[in-house]
């Protein structure tokens, strides 16, 4: 039982992780949304681009919170009803078992979606330097 425990615990670990990842992606637009070389200079339809992307990793991100959060409460909710059962231990530990390897699963989902957020996350950094890059330049230019 410790162990569901345990588990839920990184649950609500992943559940945090992706939350401050959307806190990221809406502090990083709200930035571009108050920067008018942003909305309106020169290169402001990649700019458009990069708050589309922004966007979509965001709703993304909610998705993936919205699952990793039902998953956590049926976690909780199960852990309740096992703890105020008295049923024999037999069974109980065979729906435990069962329990521990699905949530196992949701786990090393969660590490993967994490991973995939954290990938897309460089790539739109990186697209922002090359944007503030190649903004650099041209102003050098003028």
């Known amino acids: 039982m410790n162990n569901l425990k345990q588990l839920l615990v990184l649950n609500h670990t992943n559940l945090d992780r992706l939350r401050v990842r959307v806190s990221t992606c809406k502090s990083r637009l709200r930035v571009s949304e108050r920067n008018e070389r942003t909305q309106f200079g020169p290169y402001a339809s990649y700019w458009d681009e ?75 950094r990186a697209f922002t330097h090359k944007l503030l890059l190649v903004e650099a330049i041209d102003s050098l230019d003028d």
């Not at 105020?84 to 590490?111: V, Y």
């Open 50 to 124: 990069w708050c589309l992307e922004a966007e979509a990793i965001i709703e993304d991100l909610q998705s993936d919170i919205a699952a990793t959060l039902h998953f956590a409460s049926e976690l909780k909710e199960f852990i309740a009803a096992i703890e105020a059962e008295n049923s024999d231990s037999g069974t109980k530990e065979k729906r435990i078992s069962k329990m521990q390897k699905l949530t196992l699963e949701a786990l090393a989902c969660q590490k993967d979606m994490i991973s995939i957020t954290d990938m897309r996350l460089a790539e739109h």
